[in-house]
């Protein structure tokens, strides 16, 4: 089993940034995909973004893209998020994820789906103060 936890969460005012961090432990195996959904009160979970290892290929959701970086996807099993230019409605628990595998086996879709992701960690609250 692989044990992921989260760091970085908090509370910011709109416009300002903040940098989520996930490092996960125990059966980290081979290949992986990691990244990040959010969950707004009331409202689906959603993708945000995943980073692989090896080979470091990056997805994101459309409307994020442009704020949102993720990084790491290392043989540390580590990966980050920076979120810049923030707003209200980016406020959600973040919740890091992973899959560990063959890669080759996902099409990119399944990447953006939280059902591709057997490791879920306990959830980072992320408040956006207008």
């Known amino acids: 089993q692989v044990h992921l936890v989260e760091a970085g969460g908090g509370l910011v005012q709109a416009g300002g940034s903040l940098r989520l961090s996930c490092a996960a432990s125990g059966r980290t195996i081979g290949a992986y995909a990691m990244g990040w959904f959010r969950q707004a009160t009331g409202k689906e979970r959603e993708f945000v973004a995943t980073i692989t290892w090896p080979g470091g290929v990056l997805y994101y959701k459309e409307a994020m893209k442009d704020r949102f970086t993720i990084s790491g996807g290392n043989a540390e099993n580590t990966n980050y998020l920076q979120m810049s230019v923030l707003k209200p409605e980016d406020t959600a628990v973040y919740y890091c994820?992973?899959?560990?595998?063959?890669?080759?086996?996902?099409?990119?879709?399944?990447?953006?789906?939280?059902?591709?992701?057997?490791?879920w960690g306990q959830g980072t609250q992320v408040t956006v103060s207008s």
């Open positions: 994820a992973a899959v560990y595998g063959i890669l080759a086996d996902f099409k990119d879709l399944d990447l953006l789906s939280e059902y591709t992701y057997a490791d």
